[in-house]
């Protein structure tokens, strides 16, 4: 499937935030530890809930789903291997820690997802291996073993990965005695997981520097919990608004997640009001460069750079961008290139924070020299938020652009084309 966006139009009006992607799959999974229902509202209708669907569908659960609420209820796993979705997207993993936790044994496909650097799945692996369980990596597949159950453990986490926390605390919450995550990742999805956990009986608590404490309890039950909204959507839409000199109520935006966006956009010359229901966005004059770099939260998100950077080609002078979560996010550069823009993808640290990349040959940093005008062009989505570049970048560029690959932006932007068309902008799937 395509997009085919005309550029050059101002996208003006309200348009309301989704559901979190990275929350809703979670929690999903988490549904897997109870034998009772849950109801999820607020629940995002995008390829992974979909992928997770058919995850938690082919270990028993039903599913009813209704105006964006989802019942899901698992009396009985009726399986511990999850035999396809193989590369779909980095969800099954995370059914490793349920699984071991509900039947002593789990097997799950090798995850697929965005190609945005190697991912690996290491610190998932220790964390569950110093909980008890035994688990080997096979070419297709990982297959695990807690034939005694998972026990608490303490355990530091070499790096704070968001996959590797969630892993970690939903093979706590039913192990036996206390889990103590040292640098935990602590991104505003985890805690909406945590929360929702909470209300099932788990006892979790956060402490100072990056700790989170579980005592394991012996079942859980079922709860109903809205899940956060998607704040990944927010920085889109906030970006779509500055680029094309509009003005967009984001509805459900919310200003203590989004704090180091927020900072940033007025830096480069874009402008907010934090309203009741959302935070509005718009360009104050012209647009100013700006040094980013990305990191874990509350520093500015690795899938905020893509949106951000096709705002940089419209300011006036060098902006840098060091990108020191992932190795390998600088791919759509060269899309953008195609399209006028003037952006230098580099192997060096142009930044300060401390990155594991330093010295290797990946390129995570970018310089952009602005403004450049933008021409339309062919493009092919290469992942989720470089995806969102393209489309922005599309709707202001000069002509009619292809974007081709758009079940890539599916997977995360609920119907995206019709609620871009409500805003005004001339885009239509083909
Ligand atoms: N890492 C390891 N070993 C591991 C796990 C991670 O080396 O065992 C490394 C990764 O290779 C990466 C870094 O740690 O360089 C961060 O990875 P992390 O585990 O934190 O990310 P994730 O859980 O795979 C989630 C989101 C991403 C988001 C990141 C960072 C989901 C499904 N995905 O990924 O979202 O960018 O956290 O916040 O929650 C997206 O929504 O498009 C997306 C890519």
Redesign the pocket.
Known sequence: MRFIIQGGRTLEGNIRLAGA??AA??MMVASLLTGEPCVLENFPEIG?TKITEELCGSLGSKIEKNNNILKISTPELKTSKVTSLSRR???PILALGPLLARMGEAEVPILG??K??????????ASLTAMGAKVEVLADRYVGFAKNGLRGAKIAL???????T?NTILAAVLAKGRTIIQNA?I?P?ILDLVKFLQKMGALIEFGANRVIYIDGVEHLRGANHEIMPDR?EAVSFACLAIATDGRILVKGAQQENLSTFLNTIRRIGGEYEVKKNGIEFYRAGKLYPANIETD??PGF???WQQPTAVLLTQANGSSNIHET???DRFGYAADLNLMGADIKAQTKCLGELPC?FIGGDHCHSAIINGPTELEAAKISVR???SGIAHVIAALIARGESSINGVEELDR?YEKLDERLKALGANISRV
């Open positions: 992607k990275n799959t979670k992974d997207n980095r969800i997802g965005d945005i650097g190697p991912r690996p799945v290491d610190i998932h692996l070499r790096y704070p990965s968001v996959g590797a969630e990742a991104e999805e990944n874990t939260y998100m690795t899938d979560v992932y190795e594991r992942d989720l938020r995360g």
